[in-house]
T-cell receptor, first 111, second 112 residues
Framework: KQEVTQIPAALSVPEGENLVLNCSFT??????LQWFRQDPGKGLTSLLL?????REQTSGRLNASLDKSSGRSTLYIAASQPGDSATYLC??????????FGAGTRLTVKP | DADVTQTPRNRITKTGKRIMLECSQT?????MYWYRQDPGLGLRLIYY???????NKGEISDGYSVSRQAQAKFSLSLESAIPNQTALYFC???????????FGPGTRLTVL
């Protein structure tokens, strides 16, 4: 059974700091890994999608890496801003075509 | 207009009532999904469908049923709602296993 874990559960940083969010999964047989942002009471917004054959993806200040063999992914946020405050979730797409989500990391960026 | 819409956005109901949550999409995707989100547990898959004739159980399907009325519509039913089904419910679509999932805004369901 695929388990997805995100550490830490919550993180508070001052504005401008670079930070790393972690995601680990137990079964390396995945199609891809996706990072999402969720604002309170809202739906999920896709940030980055990494295929199983890829090592990283970048979008603006965000960089996501994938090490499938070790079952780990990281989301790097450069020069954090208060508007980055949200919950960040990772999800893995499995060979039987469903997706498993981590519980998320709640990020607060203080002005 | 939003690509994935859900109705209702909020619903309060009583134990034992039948509830239907609806999802519509304009993305033209064949794959549709229903999830529930509970605090501290992330999203858990309830049901998913790859086309109109295909329905699959997810991780937590007990107490739920679905109907795929058309490529663009996927409904989730709670035949007899119970309090522990109080949660935030999300519908999502995906083109195929190699692409992103797109989520609706969610339905907040409270069962008293």
């Amino acid at each position: 059974k695929q388990e997805v874990t995100q550490i830490p559960a919550a993180l508070s940083v001052p504005e401008g700091e670079n930070l790393v969010l972690n995601c680990s999964f137990t079964d390396s047989a995945i199609y891809n890994l996706q990072w999402f942002r969720q604002d309170p009471g809202k739906g999920l917004t896709s940030l980055l999608l990494i295929q199983s054959s890829q090592r990283e993806q970048t979008s603006g200040r965000l960089n996501a890496s994938l090490d499938k063999s070790s079952g780990r992914s990281t989301l790097y946020i450069a020069a954090s801003q208060p508007g980055d405050s949200a919950t960040y979730l990772c999800a893995v797409s499995r060979r039987n075509n469903d997706m498993r989500f981590g519980a998320g990391t709640r990020l607060t960026v203080k002005p | 207009d939003a690509d994935v819409t859900q109705t209702p956005r909020n619903r309060i109901t009583k134990t034992g009532k039948r509830i239907m949550l609806e999802c519509s999409q304009t993305k033209g995707h064949d794959r549709m999904y229903w999830y529930r989100q509970d605090p501290g547990l992330g999203l858990r898959l309830i049901y998913y469908s790859f086309d109109v004739k295909d329905i699959n159980k997810g991780e937590i399907s007990d107490g739920y049923s679905v109907s795929r009325q058309a490529q663009a519509k996927f409904s989730l039913s709670l035949e007899s709602a119970i309090p522990n089904q109080t949660a935030l419910y999300f519908c999502a679509t995906m083109r195929d296993s190699y692409n992103e999932q797109f989520f609706g805004p969610g339905t907040r369901l409270t069962v008293l």
